[in-house]
Nanobody, 130 residues
Framework: QVQLVESGGGLVQPGGSLRLSCAASDRTFSSSAWGWFRQAPGKEREFVTAISWSGVSTYYADSVKGRFTLSRDNAKNTVYLQLSSLKPEDTAVYYC???????????????????????WGQGTQVTVSS
């Protein structure tokens, strides 16, 4: 059974930075697209960012564009989400997910729906507060 394990969450002050990691137990997912979602208290889970299997293509939600950076290391079967210039509204549980298709978009849309990603991690808490 595939396991995704997130790490790196914690408490940070506004304007600060964190780096989240997500490692997969199965090396076959080096050919998959990876995504990150987040869920704030009382809100629905929302898309944050995604990266293609090669790492060439990335896509970001407008709310994090320019502040978050997603990268991957296929040799380690791990993706990294660098969170910078954090704001209190970034407080949420962050989830990584895998999409075996490998791409982050089709001709019609980007893959930003929860249903596009069949495999999920357990989540890691990020709290931005002074």
């Amino acid at each position: 059974q595939v396991q995704l394990v997130e790490s790196g969450g914690g408490l940070v002050q506004p304007g600060g930075s964190l780096r989240l990691s997500c490692a997969a137990s199965d090396r076959t997912f080096s050919s998959s697209a990876w995504g990150w979602f987040r869920q704030a208290p009382g809100k629905e889970r929302e898309f944050v960012t995604a990266i293609s299997w090669s790492g060439v293509s990335t896509y970001y939600a407008d709310s994090v564009k320019g502040r978050f950076t997603l990268s991957r290391d296929n040799a380690k079967n791990t993706v990294y989400l660098q969170l910078s210039s954090l704001k209190p509204e970034d407080t949420a549980v962050y989830y990584c997910a895998i999409r075996p298709g490998g791409t982050v978009y089709t001709r019609h849309r980007y893959y930003t729906a929860e249903g596009d990603y069949p495999y999920w991690g357990q989540g890691t808490q990020v709290t931005v507060s002074s």
